[in-house]
């Protein structure tokens, strides 16, 4: 069986998030909440955001070609994009990720990082739909 994260504690490691799509900052209110009890962001450039970041995750989990992963993780993400954006799976996307298949270590940790970045970014995510789903 293959143990993706064997040799190192995942749990201990730091976690790298997708940053280049700017996703806190346009999903961040731009009102000073002390003046005003209503909160506005940008919603449509948040949610473009979102969907950039969902795009780079999901590319970047296809490129360890871990059927587990592809599975839990991607079909996940898939679900999201066709559910809330309309993106089909079959979707290409303008963010490519290019990385050797081969398992090392340390893409075994890198991915590990990933993944704890990827679940700080679906906390913002949920946050975010919990959000306008309320107005």
Do not use: W
């Not at 995942?10 to 209503?38: F, G, L, Y």
């Not at 303008?94 to 398992?103: E, G, P, T």
Request: with cysteine.
């Amino acid at each position: 069986q293959d143990h993706l994260f064997s040799g190192f504690n995942c749990t201990q490691q730091n976690a790298e998030v997708h940053i280049r799509s700017k996703t806190m900052s346009a999903c961040t209110p731009q009102s000073d909440c002390t003046h005003s009890p209503v909160l506005n962001i940008n919603e449509n450039k948040c949610l473009q955001r979102i969907l950039e970041d969902l795009q780079y995750y999901r590319d970047t989990f296809t490129v360890y070609a871990n059927t587990a992963l592809i599975n839990t993780v991607g079909r996940s993400i898939d679900d999201i994009l066709q559910n809330c954006f309309s993106v089909s799976a079959m979707d290409n996307s303008a963010l490519k990720v290019s990385m050797d298949h081969q398992k090392s270590f340390q893409e075994r940790l890198q991915l590990c990082k990933i993944l704890k970045g990827f679940h700080l970014r679906a906390i913002t995510i949920n946050r975010v739909f919990s959000y306008i789903l309320a107005k």
